[in-house]
């Protein structure tokens, strides 16, 4: 399998408004926002990040949030001027930018693609108006059509995410709203199962009984229709969440997925870094005027920045790679954690059709078992 690369994750926290299921680190503000400031805190934490971690080659940068939509190309582009300068980035390095409907104007698209953008994956979640509305999103399905479009003409690869397990969802009305939506030519899809996040107003409201989420069998039989409808339209899973029509898989994500290096800046970004032969763990302070407050005072945001053990790492290692239909490097595997897995629990897991050997030294999931991966990889990982 390919090498896992290395990325850089720049998280833009604001938001226009905050949707009632989302549980991410994103931040609504009355007033506008000084882009400026917020620039020049992401060029200082960038030189940090190269200080951690020199002579890497970029494969990937992207920008998360929040919207990150909201900012003004320009600073888009002096972020990506400042990678440039702290790293060698790629040639045929990918440079992905999460965009909302609602804030997509041809003149900023163009500026992000003048700026260096070469893929966008655009926040659509529904293509139906009323589910759209319940979700709190700002948009309507008309202009997420038009912002595909739109998208479509000006990148070379566009992504969307659409979210099911909605509330009074069947499994025939997502059927047909996924091949609706494959049907506009994308790609990559991003197709999450809704989750009910504690601190979420969608918490508080199922938790009063507000709020009714399909049940097991109904959940699973929305997950069947998911790989089926993909599956018979060329774009399989190639993760639990993502499909993707051959070699147009998320080049940034498998970098997470493969256990990459990957620096993260911006409030509340996350990384993993190998500094002085030991991979570390770093997060940034959530706040966005306190992360660049202590940025200019120190340089960087971080408020964890700590050596993983090799049980962290295995963990880790197991969590995110299981979750490719790929699998897993066993021996890389042993490698980064120093131990190797219970082979009695690889056989029964296999007796029980819930993963497979591939080969002599790869181990992944079934069918079968990635609707219940949680469960296989905390067995393999006890």
Same mark, same amino acid.
């Given at each position: 399998?390919?090498?896992? &690369?290395?990325?850089?994750?720049?998280? !833009?926290?604001?938001?226009?408004?905050?949707?009632?299921?989302?549980?991410?680190?994103?931040?609504?503000?009355?007033?506008?926002?000084?882009?400026?400031?917020?620039?020049?805190?992401?060029?200082?934490?960038?030189?940090?990040?190269?200080?951690?971690?020199?002579?890497?080659?970029?494969?990937?940068?992207?920008?998360?949030?929040?919207?990150?939509?909201?900012?003004?190309?320009?600073?888009?582009?002096?972020?990506?001027?400042?990678?440039?300068?702290? !790293?060698?980035?790629?040639?045929?390095?990918?440079?992905?930018?999460?965009?909302?409907?609602?804030?997509?104007?041809?003149?900023?698209?163009?500026?992000?693609?003048?700026?260096? @953008?070469?893929?966008?994956?655009?926040?659509?979640?529904?293509?139906?108006?009323?589910?759209?509305?319940?979700?709190?999103?700002?948009?309507?399905?008309?202009?997420?059509?038009?912002?595909?479009?739109?998208?479509?003409?000006?990148?070379?690869?566009?992504?969307?995410?659409?979210?099911?397990?909605?509330?009074?969802?069947?499994?025939?009305?997502?059927?047909?709203?996924?091949?609706?939506?494959?049907?506009?030519?994308?790609?990559?899809?991003?197709?999450?199962?809704?989750?009910?996040?504690?601190?979420?107003?969608?918490?508080?409201?199922?938790?009063?009984?507000?709020?009714?989420?399909?049940?097991?069998?109904?959940?699973?039989?929305?997950?069947? @229709?998911?790989?089926? @409808?993909?599956?018979?339209?060329?774009?399989?899973?190639?993760?639990?969440?993502?499909?993707?029509?051959?070699?147009?898989?998320?080049?940034?994500?498998?970098?997470? !997925?493969?256990?990459?290096?990957?620096?993260?800046?911006?409030?509340?970004?996350?990384?993993?870094?190998?500094?002085?032969?030991?991979?570390?763990?770093?997060?940034?302070?959530?706040?966005?005027?306190?992360?660049?407050?202590?940025?200019?005072?120190?340089?960087?945001?971080?408020?964890?920045?700590?050596?993983?053990?090799?049980?962290?790492?295995?963990?880790?290692?197991?969590?995110?790679?299981?979750?490719?239909?790929?699998?897993?490097?066993?021996?890389?595997?042993?490698?980064?954690?120093?131990?190797?897995?219970?082979?009695?629990?690889?056989?029964?897991?296999?007796?029980?059709?819930?993963?497979?050997?591939? &080969?002599?030294?790869?181990?992944?999931?079934?069918?079968?078992?990635?609707?219940?991966?949680?469960?296989?990889?905390?067995?393999?990982?006890?």
């Amino acid at each position: 399998m390919s090498e896992p &690369g290395f990325g850089v994750y720049v998280h !833009w926290p604001f938001c226009a408004a905050k949707c009632p299921y989302c549980d991410f680190n994103s931040h609504v503000r009355r007033g506008e926002i000084d882009q400026g400031r917020f620039l020049a805190a992401f060029r200082r934490e960038i030189a940090h990040m190269a200080a951690l971690a020199p002579g890497r080659k970029v494969a990937s940068v992207f920008f998360g949030g929040g919207t990150p939509s909201l900012m003004k190309p320009e600073t888009v582009a002096g972020i990506l001027e400042a990678v440039a300068g702290a !790293w060698e980035i790629e040639d045929e390095a990918e440079i992905t930018l999460e965009a909302n409907p609602t804030s997509v104007e041809a003149d900023r698209f163009r500026g992000y693609r003048a700026a260096g @953008v070469n893929r966008v994956s655009l926040g659509v979640q529904a293509l139906e108006a009323a589910d759209l509305a319940a979700l709190g999103r700002l948009h309507t399905v008309e202009e997420a059509l038009a912002a595909m479009e739109l998208a479509r003409a000006i990148f070379p690869r566009v992504s969307f995410d659409l979210i099911y397990a909605r509330p009074g969802q069947s499994p025939e009305a997502w059927r047909e709203e996924l091949t609706r939506a494959i049907g506009y030519g994308t790609e990559h899809l991003s197709l999450y199962q809704l989750t009910i996040e504690e601190g979420t107003p969608y918490f508080a409201l199922h938790r009063a009984g507000k709020l009714r989420t399909p049940d097991e069998a109904t959940g699973r039989a929305l997950w069947d @229709v998911t790989q089926e @409808v993909c599956g018979h339209a060329g774009m399989p899973a190639y993760e639990i969440s993502n499909h993707a029509r051959p070699r147009c898989e998320s080049r940034h994500n498998l970098v997470y !997925w493969r256990y990459g290096e990957y620096a993260g800046v911006g409030p509340g970004a996350h990384g993993r870094l190998i500094v002085d032969g030991v991979r570390r763990e770093l997060a940034a302070e959530r706040n966005p005027e306190l992360w660049a407050a202590a940025v200019e005072a120190e340089g960087a945001g971080l408020v964890v920045d700590e050596a993983l053990s090799l049980e962290a790492q295995a963990d880790e290692f197991l969590v995110m790679g299981l979750r490719l239909a790929e699998g897993i490097d066993l021996g890389r595997f042993h490698r980064i954690s120093g131990r190797r897995l219970d082979q009695r629990r690889i056989d029964d897991l296999v007796m029980d059709g819930m993963v497979e050997r591939v &080969g002599a030294d790869r181990l992944r999931v079934t069918p079968e078992g990635f609707p219940v991966l949680d469960a296989v990889v905390a067995d393999l990982a006890s």
